[in-house]
């Protein structure tokens, strides 16, 4: 059975913190890119950070750099987001996603979705 969990998600005032977990199974995890992923009501799913087995790359949205970093381990199967200096336009939807090979941007080339993870962040 394959499956990712994700997880962490809440309710915070903005400028506060939140650690989002993506715990896999079912699958050789180091051989996938992760991405995370949000959609906001309304609006498109976005690539908020990925990060590609083997040399580790990583990607972030404009909007998140140097708030939000996107680590992975390895013996745990597990990625993680953690996600700094909240802001109310980071509130939606969170999800995680495994892509055979390099992570890129693209919603449609992941093999695996997670049932996502609400992140609500008040001003």
């Known amino acids: 059975d394959v499956q990712l969990q994700a997880s962490g998600g809440g309710l915070v005032q903005a400028g506060g913190s939140l650690r989002l977990s993506c715990a896999a199974s079912?699958?050789?995890?180091?051989?996938?890119?992760i991405g995370w992923f949000r959609q906001a009501p309304g609006k498109e799913r976005e690539a908020v950070s990925l990060?590609?087995?083997?040399?580790?790359?990583?990607y972030y949205l404009d909007s998140v750099k140097g708030r939000f970093t996107i680590s992975s381990d390895n013996a745990k199967n597990t990625a993680y987001l953690q996600m700094r200096s909240l802001l109310p336009e980071d509130t939606a939807v969170y999800y995680c996603?495994?892509?055979?090979?390099?992570?890129?941007?693209?919603?449609?080339?992941?093999?695996?979705w997670g049932q996502g993870t609400q992140v609500t962040v008040s001003s």
């Open positions: 990060i590609s087995p083997s040399d580790g790359s990583r």
């Open positions: 079912g699958f050789t995890f180091d051989d996938y890119g």
């Open positions: 996603a495994a892509q055979k090979g390099l992570a890129t941007k693209g919603v449609d080339d992941y093999d695996y």
